[in-house]
């Protein structure tokens, strides 16, 4: 059975680090690629980039680009989403999601929710 | 940048009637390259529709998707209790990768 899944909730400060995972299991994790979507509070769903594991190939949106960190460890078939410096607006649900050849999502993880609070 | 809009913003039906969702595209989606996905409250994003009209796994048969260029349809022929949903449009034919923002599908 495919499965992705994420780390638990984080509550972090205003210019706090983070970084969440997310672990395949079930099919072959370098096979895929897996990507990163940010819903706000409320809102809809927004692409923030992928990563192939097997080379770390990595992709970003626009929007994305130099904010938020994406990497993967094949070994244990582990992405990664991070930030060096957390700002109130980092606050949403964070998911990852499988997709062959940076296409649509097949399979998704249960989302991590980022709390960033004084 | 494809932007995809989506309309109506809420559709208001009953259990039993057809649900036609709307997905415009800002520029044409080649390939087809189209997705559509379930969203219920508390839960991750279910993958309903890929490449414009293929039903993924386990997706039953009054969900179908059509169109291609710039406009695209997602339709639920009779609706189910459990079909109350948000579903968003997603196009993977460019990147950066977008999505629409959203049809709620209300009682």
């Known amino acids: 059975e495919v499965q992705l899944v994420q780390s638990g909730a984080e509550v972090k400060k205003p210019g706090e680090s983070l970084k969440i995972s997310c672990q395949g299991s079930g099919y072959t994790f370098t096979n895929y690629w897996i990507g990163w979507v940010r819903q706000m509070p409320g809102k809809g769903l927004e692409w923030m980039g992928f990563i192939y594991p097997r080379d770390s190939d990595t992709r970003y949106s626009p929007s994305f680009q130099g904010q938020v960190t994406i990497s993967a460890d094949k070994s244990i078939n582990t992405a990664y989403l991070q930030w060096s410096s957390l700002k109130a607006s980092d606050i949403a649900m964070y998911y990852c999601g499988r997709s062959s050849g940076r296409r649509d999502f097949d399979y998704w993880g249960q989302g991590t929710l980022v709390t960033v609070s004084s | 940048e494809i932007v995809l809009t989506q309309s109506p913003g809420t559709l208001s039906l009953s259990p039993g009637e057809r649900a036609t969702l709307s997905c415009r595209a800002s520029?044409?989606?080649?390939?087809?390259?189209l997705a559509w996905y379930q969203q219920k409250p508390g839960q991750a994003p279910r993958l309903l529709i890929y490449?414009?009209?293929n039903k993924a796994t386990g997706i039953p048969a009054r969900f179908s998707g059509s169109g291609s260029g710039t406009d695209f349809t997602l339709t639920i022929s009779r609706l189910e209790p459990e079909d109350f949903a948000v579903y968003y449009c997603?196009?993977?034919?460019?990147?950066?990768?977008?999505f629409g923002q959203g049809t709620k599908v209300e009682i």
């Open positions: 997603h196009q993977y034919s460019s990147s950066p990768q977008t």
């Open positions: 520029e044409s989606v080649n390939n087809r390259y």
């Open positions: 490449d414009a009209s």
